[in-house]
C-alpha cells in the first residue's frame, strides 16, 4: 500500500466508526505501538535527507488531522448517545402513580414522641426551649453544682472536645438548658427543652446519643407539691392511662435539693408490659427542687424556688410503643421504620381527662 492509499485509509476509518470502541481500535491499528503509521514513522531515519524530510511532514501532517478528526468522532458519537438516552429515559411526569407502590413516609417514632410531649407540656404552659449539642464546661457541669473533681462527673461518661482555651464537650444531659433559660429570661419561668444527649457509652440499654427532655418552673413560690402534680398529670396524659400509679423515691443529684426518681407501676404478663397495672415500679425520669446553688451560679438575685425534672424520649417511647430493643432506633432499619413509624394522616390523640 503507498502512503497515499494509508493516510486515505486512516482517515476513512475514524469517519466510518461507529463508537468509542471501534474509535479505539482505529487509533490503534494506526498509531498503537505496533501500529501501521507508526511503523513507518519508525523507517524514516533510514532514508535519506530529501526523502525523510517530504515523508515525514506527510505523515505528521497526517498524524494532526488524524487525532483531530478522531476527537471530533469521539465527540459526535458522546453526544449521539446522550441524546439517545434522552429519548429513551424520558419520564412523563403527568402519568398517574402506580397505585400498589405508593411507599408512604412514616415518622420516627422518637419524632413523633417529642411532638407528643411538645403538645402535653405546652398545653400545661411551659415554653419550648433549645440549647446547643456542644456545651462548654460551665453549662453541662460547674454552674449544676458540679464542680471539678465532683464524683458525678465520672457518671456521666462524657465525650471532651478538645480546644485550647475553654474545653467543650458534648452535652451530657439537657439540663444545661436550664442555665441558659435562667441566664437570659425574665422571671417567673417555665420552659422545656427537648433534645439530643451524648454519653460515650454503648449496650442493649444504651446508645452514644440519646434524647432527653427538660423541664423547668421557677416563680416566688414554687413547692414540691407543684412539682409532684406536674409529674402525675403528665404521665398520665402521656402514657394514656387514668390509674397510671406514681412512687417519688429519694435520689441525688447535685444540681436538685431534695431530689427524686419517679417509678411508674406495671405488671408483666407473659413478657408483654403493661403499665398502669400491677404492682412492679419502673423508674421514668429524675426530679427535684432546683438547688440554690444553680440559681446564684445564673446571677439569679431575687427569692425564687423552682422545680426541674428531665427523662429520657427513647425510654418513654418504648414503653409507651412497644419496642423492644433501644438500638433500633438508630439502625435505619426500613422493615422497623415501616412498623413503629407513624403516619402524617394519624392524629395524635393527646386528649386527657
Ligand atoms: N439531668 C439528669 C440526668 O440526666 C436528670 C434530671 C434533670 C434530674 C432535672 C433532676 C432534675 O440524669
Request: hydrophobic share 35%.
Amino acid at each position: 500500500m503507498n502512503h497515499n492509499q494509508l493516510i486515505q485509509s486512516a482517515l476513512n476509518e475514524v469517519e466510518r466508526s461507529n463508537s468509542i470502541e471501534d474509535l479505539e481500535l482505529v487509533r490503534v491499528k494506526y498509531f498503537g505501538k505496533n501500529g501501521l503509521i507508526t511503523q513507518e514513522l519508525k523507517t524514516l531515519s533510514s532514508l535519506d535527507t530529501d526523502k525523510r524530510k517530504e515523508l515525514g511532514a506527510k505523515l505528521n501532517n497526517l498524524k494532526k488531522n488524524f487525532f483531530s478528526s478522531l476527537e471530533d468522532r469521539k465527540n459526535k458519537i458522546e453526544s449521539s448517545e446522550i441524546n439517545l438516552r434522552l429519548r429513551k429515559d424520558f419520564l412523563d411526569s403527568t402519568l398517574p402513580a402506580r397505585e400498589n407502590n405508593l411507599l408512604e413516609a412514616k415518622i420516627h417514632p422518637i419524632n413523633q414522641t417529642i411532638n407528643e410531649i411538645v403538645s402535653i407540656l405546652g398545653g400545661m404552659g411551659l415554653m419550648y426551649e433549645e440549647g446547643p449539642d456542644i456545651e462548654d464546661d460551665f453549662h453541662n457541669f460547674s454552674a449544676l453544682n458540679i464542680p471539678k473533681n465532683h464524683p458525678a462527673r465520672q457518671m456521666h461518661d462524657t465525650f471532651y472536645i478538645k480546644n485550647e482555651e475553654e474545653s467543650y464537650v458534648m452535652r451530657t444531659h439537657t439540663s444545661p438548658v436550664q442555665i441558659r433559660s435562667l441566664k437570659k429570661m425574665p422571671l417567673p419561668l417555665r420552659i422545656f427543652a427537648p433534645g439530643r444527649t451524648y454519653r460515650c457509652d454503648s449496650d442493649i440499654t444504651h446508645t452514644p446519643m440519646f434524647h432527653q427532655v427538660e423541664g423547668l418552673v421557677v416563680d416566688e413560690e414554687i413547692t414540691f407539691a407543684n412539682l409532684k402534680w406536674f409529674i402525675d398529670i403528665f404521665c398520665k396524659t402521656f402514657f394514656k392511662k387514668e390509674n397510671l400509679k406514681l412512687r417519688f423515691r429519694p435520689s441525688y443529684f447535685p444540681f436538685t435539693e431534695p431530689s427524686a426518681e419517679v417509678d411508674i407501676n406495671y405488671t408483666n404478663e407473659s413478657g408483654k408490659i403493661i403499665l398502669g397495672e400491677g404492682t412492679k415500679w419502673m423508674e421514668i425520669l429524675g426530679c427535684g427542687m432546683v438547688h440554690p446553688e444553680v440559681f446564684k451560679m445564673s446571677g439569679i438575685k431575687k427569692k425564687v424556688t423552682g422545680f426541674a425534672f428531665g427523662m429520657g424520649i427513647e425510654r418513654l417511647a418504648m414503653l409507651k410503643y412497644g419496642m423492644p430493643d433501644l438500638r433500633d432506633f438508630f439502625d435505619s432499619d426500613l422493615k422497623w421504620l415501616e412498623h413503629y413509624g407513624f403516619s402524617f394522616l394519624e392524629e395524635t390523640d393527646l386528649s386527657w381527662r
